[in-house]
């Protein structure tokens, strides 16, 4: 997995809060950033579907799939796992 540095998670934050009105703190937003890259960064950015054991194990069905079980595991509503995914693509593009 790679590791953004802080100060590009920070401006994610920023764009989360500011541009779509996301309702999460720092700490919640922080925390599921990670685990959204950590599930979703193979199989979106690499095309690969492998399921981390951590999760798992197997593979995924599509990058659908482990973007859908990534909002899943931290209970979030269609409307929040898009404003996640734009808070990320709109300060680096992750496709």
């Keep these: 997995m790679t590791t953004l540095p802080k100060e ?5 934050f920023k764009t989360y809060k500011q541009k779509y009105k996301g309702k999460h703190n720092i700490q919640t937003y922080l925390n599921n950033l990670n685990l959204f890259f950590e599930i979703t960064e193979d199989s979106i ?3 690969d579907l492998s399921r ?8 995924w069905e599509s ?3 482990a973007f859908h079980f990534w909002a899943e595991k931290c209970n979030l509503s269609r409307h929040q796992m898009r404003i996640y995914y734009f808070s990320v693509n709109d300060v680096t593009s992750y496709s």
């Design 8 to 12: 590009l998670k920070l401006r994610m």
């Design 45 to 47: 950015i690499e095309g």
């Design 52 to 59: 981390p054991e951590k999760f798992g194990g197997g593979r």
């Design 63 to 65: 990058w659908n799939h």
